[in-house]
DNA sequence: GCCAACGTTGGC
DNA sequence: GCCAACGTTGGC
């Protein structure tokens, strides 16, 4: 058996908090509209992959908690959607263009690790978060960072 | 609100 | 295929 993946995957908190996933349990993470993230998406995650979810835009940023991988890859109805702001006139029923996969709540950190935080942390110098003008919502994280990050959430 | 960094679009 | 213009992200 393979060990699952670690990722991080940004939201913007005033959009889908952590606390939101928390109510919910488990949710389709819809919306991703950049290829790179997509792709790692459509080929890459798998279900039972860990994910630090990342509040940005928020005050401070920080990672708020971790959701587990509970479905893989698959087409996102909203880009169909024309009402939706997440919908892609060059999407088709036969060419969706974009996938989505659907997370299960794992846990809230008793304390947010922020941005700030990260930064300060020496072993963590080389996350894909941290590096400049790194825009992705959706950035592989290795085991040891991805441990590094949960401890710092613990109280 | 500013702006750096990066992605996308479209004319050529 | 080049590249300028434009749009978006996201920290500050």
Known sequence: MKKPACWLMKTEPETYS??????????????????????????????GDLVLIYH?????????GVARVVRSAYPDPTV????????????????????MVDLAFEEKFAQFVTLD?????????????????QRLSIMPVSAT??????????R
């Open 18 to 47: 952590i606390d939101d996933l928390a109510r919910d349990g488990r949710t389709c993470w819809e919306g991703v509209r950049n290829y790179q993230a997509r792709n790692y998406l459509r080929d890459e995650m798998k279900v």
């Open 56 to 64: 940005s835009n928020a005050s401070p940023p920080c990672v708020a």
């Open 80 to 99: 169909l959607d024309r009402r939706s702001p997440y919908h892609d006139p060059k999407a088709t029923e036969d060419n969706p263009i974009w996938m």
């Open 117 to 133: 935080a990260l930064k300060k942390d020496k072993s963590l110098t080389d996350m894909l978060v941290l590096k400049r003008g």
């Open 145 to 154: 960072h991805f441990e590094g990050v949960r401890s710092m959430g613990k």
